[in-house]
């Protein structure tokens, strides 16, 4: 299926248009497979660390809504942006489509095709593209077609970026949504970091 911002498909893939599976971040919670994923949420620094990217990248995407906290969007000075887990995959999903020159047209498409996937769509789910329009494969098959047609350059394996997320923040500070309890992760760098204290 190719997804383009413009409307336009590949020969014999379903066009999906800006617009067509917009879903609020609410909707979006509701699809199934997304075990309890609104139920722990990450702040800036913490989904950046996660997601590879700067501050200022993320301050901008909140900005221009490009990929927008789903748990809580910032409320003038002294509140914090906090993002789900799916947020921080499609905030790494992003650069990587940044880093490889893809449109941001065609991103934006490509993000609000993502928000309205669940989880279990998500493991599954291969994004290839030629630099101008973005294919979602669901199968090997699809993306040997899509290399064999001259159209895939590039692939990004979601349920890959799924993983080095799901690792990433296994190491991080979350915090629940429902209480603002924050939620230590034991980080081996920390253990270190005492270690050494301890024996300096």
Known sequence: MAITGDGTAAEGALPLHPGAVDRTPAQAAEVPG??????????????????????????????????????????????????????????????????????????????????????????RMTLMSDGATVYECTSPDEVVDLLQGGQGVFGIAVGVVWRDVEGALSQLHGERVDTGETLVRHNPHDELARRRNRAG
């Open 34 to 123: 997304d075990r309890g994923a609104e139920t722990i949420g990450y702040r800036g620094p913490t989904a950046c660390a996660a997601a590879g990217i700067t501050y200022r990248q993320l301050d901008y995407w909140a900005r221009t809504g490009l990929v927008e906290p789903s748990v809580r969007p910032a409320y003038g000075s002294g509140t914090q942006r906090l993002y789900n887990f799916r947020d921080v995959v499609v905030l790494k999903i992003v650069k990587r489509l940044l880093d490889t020159g893809v449109s941001l047209q065609n991103i934006r498409t490509a993000v609000r095709h993502l928000r309205s996937r669940g989880l279990s769509d998500l493991a």
